[in-house]
C-alpha cells in the first residue's frame, strides 16, 4: 500500500551537538514515525550535494527542496532547477503548476535599485 506523505515546512537550528532544534512544535501525534529533509540555507551547501545524496531523494523531494531553496532567495533559479532534475523552463512550469512565485523578488533590493535610477 502506498503512503501519503503530508510536508510540513518549518525552520530551526543544529546545535553544538549536532541535534535539530525546531523554532515550532510539529503539528503530528506524539510518537509518530516522521521523514526528515535538511536544507541548509546558503547556496554553496546546495551546489556541494554530491550525485548520491540526490540520487537518494525522490523526485518530488528534490522538488520541494528546489521550491523552498529558490523561494527563500537561498539559490538560483538557475540552480534551482538543477537540483530539480529540471531545465529552467520546466522548474518555472512547476512553479506555475503549484501556484507558487515564479520570480522571487526581494523588496529591498528594488527599492535600492529604483533608488539609483
Known amino acids: 500500500m502506498k503512503q501519503i506523505a503530508k510536508a510540513i515546512e518549518t525552520t530551526g537550528i543544529v546545535d553544538a551537538h549536532r541535534r535539530l532544534l525546531l ?5 503530528v501525534a506524539d510518537k509518530s514515525r ?4 535538511v536544507l541548509v540555507t546558503a547556496e554553496h551547501e546546495y551546489t556541494t550535494l554530491s ?3 540526490l540520487e537518494s531523494l525522490t523526485p518530488a523531494m528534490r522538488l520541494a527542496a528546489a521550491f523552498s531553496g529558490y523561494q527563500r532567495n537561498e539559490i538560483s533559479q ?3 532547477a538543477e ?5 529552467r523552463r520546466d522548474f518555472l512550469l512547476a512553479l506555475a503548476h503549484e501556484n507558487r512565485e515564479v520570480f522571487a523578488v526581494d523588496f529591498n533590493d528594488l527599492k535600492k535599485e ?3 535610477g
Do not use: T
Open 34 to 37: 516522521v521523514r526528515v529533509i
Open 23 to 27: 523554532d515550532e512544535s510539529l503539528p
Open 83 to 87: 537540483l530539480a532534475g529540471l531545465n
Open 114 to 116: 529604483l533608488a539609483r
Open 51 to 53: 550525485h548520491d545524496s
Open 78 to 80: 538557475e540552480k534551482a
